[in-house]
C-alpha cells in the first residue's frame, strides 16, 4: 500500500479530530479511513491514537508519527512544486485562507482573474478573521492584515493598508468633534475584536486600549463592515481600514477624525510555510497577489 497515502490520510484526521470528518473531508468511506490507519499503526507497530466512542486523541508516538508526516509530506510537495517548475502549466489545488470582510469586498474579483489566468488551479477558500495555523490546518498561504508575530513562516507584503478613526455627520454634530484621543467618549467606542494593540508609538491606539480596559465598548464584533454599518447609524465611533471603510467616507456617510493621530499603515501580506522550495500553483498566486493589489487607490 502506498505509505504515502497512508500518511496523507492519517494527518487528515489529526486535523479534522475525526474519521467521520476526515474521510468527509477525502471524499471517501469512513471504513477506508480507519483502514489506513490501521495499516500505519501495523507498520510502524505503534498505537497512533486512543479512541473513545466520541473522540480520538493522539498518543505519544501518534504526535511524534504526525510531526515527522507532516514534514515528509511537505518535502514531496516541494519536490513536485520544483519539477512543476520546469513545466509552464501551473495545476493543483490551493489552500488559502483569507480575513472576511477583505475577502467579501476585494478578493472575489482578484480571485476571478486568477483563474481566468491559470484555469488548471483550483482555489479552496476559506473566510475566517482569526489566525489560523497555517500547517496544521493544511493550508498553502493565509492572506493576513496587521502586524505579524515572529515565527519561520515566510510573510510576503502584497499590500498597504490605511486606518481611519470614524463616525457618522449625526454623532460629531450631537458629541461634538474631538481634537485629542483624550476627548473620546470611551462607552461610545464600536469595538473589533481582533484589533491588534501593541503599536506602542501611537497615542490614539494606546487611548483606545486603555479605554477598552477600563469601560466595556458600546459594541465589540469580529466583523468590521457591522461596525462600520453601526457607526454609519450615529451609534458610536469606530477604527477602520479603508479597505472597509472607504465607501462610506467617500459617501460622506462617515467622516475622518484624529487625521493627525491616526495610527501608521498596517500591510496585507501572504504567509506560507518556510520552504527553500515553493510550489508553482503558490509561487504564481503570490505573485499575481502582488501584483493585482500593487495598486490600492480603489479601497481609499
Known amino acids: 500500500m502506498d505509505r504515502l497515502a497512508l500518511l496523507r490520510t492519517f494527518c487528515v484526521v489529526v486535523r479534522e479530530g475525526s474519521f467521520t470528518r476526515a474521510a468527509e473531508r477525502l471524499d471517501t468511506s469512513n471504513q477506508l479511513v480507519s483502514k489506513y490507519v490501521a495499516q500505519l499503526e501495523k507498520e510502524l507497530d505503534v498505537r497512533l491514537f486512543n479512541r473513545t466512542t466520541r473522540k480520538i486523541h493522539l498518543t505519544e ?11 515528509i509530506l ?10 512543476g517548475l520546469l513545466n509552464t502549466s501551473v495545476k493543483g489545488v490551493l489552500r488559502v485562507s483569507a480575513p ?57 507584503r502584497i499590500a498597504t493598508i490605511k486606518l481611519v478613526l470614524c463616525a457618522s455627520p449625526e454623532y460629531l454634530e450631537k458629541n461634538g468633534v474631538p481634537t485629542l484621543p483624550s476627548d473620546l467618549n470611551p462607552k461610545h467606542y464600536l469595538e473589533y475584536s ?3 494593540y501593541d503599536d506602542e508609538t501611537s497615542e490614539l ?41 472607504g465607501k462610506a467616507l467617500k459617501n460622506k456617510e462617515l467622516l475622518s477624525i484624529l487625521n493627525d493621530h491616526t495610527p501608521p499603515s498596517i500591510g496585507l501580506y501572504a504567509v506560507y510555510p518556510h520552504r527553500k522550495l515553493v510550489s508553482n500553483k503558490l509561487r504564481v498566486f503570490i505573485d499575481f497577489l502582488s501584483e493585482y493589489f500593487a495598486d490600492t487607490h480603489s479601497w481609499e
Open 61 to 71: 508516538a501518534g504526535q511524534q508519527c504526525f510531526e515527522h508526516a507532516q514534514h
Open 74 to 83: 511537505e518535502s514531496v510537495e516541494d519536490m513536485e512544486g520544483q519539477l
Open 100 to 156: 472576511v470582510s477583505f475577502s467579501t469586498l476585494h478578493l472575489s474579483a482578484c480571485l476571478g482573474a486568477f483563474q481566468q489566468k491559470h484555469p488548471h488551479v483550483s482555489v479552496n477558500l476559506q473566510l475566517n478573521d482569526r489566525k489560523v495555523d497555517v500547517i496544521d490546518e493544511g493550508f498553502d498561504v493565509a492572506i493576513r492584515a496587521g502586524q505579524l508575530d515572529s515565527s519561520s513562516f515566510i510573510a510576503k
Open 194 to 196: 481582533y484589533i491588534n
Open 205 to 245: 491606539i494606546q487611548v483606545l486600549k486603555t479605554n477598552s480596559q477600563r469601560y466595556k465598548p458600546r459594541l465589540t464584533v469580529n466583523n468590521g463592515e457591522i461596525l462600520t454599518d453601526v457607526a454609519k447609524m450615529g451609534l458610536g465611533y469606530v477604527l477602520q481600514p479603508t479597505f472597509i471603510a
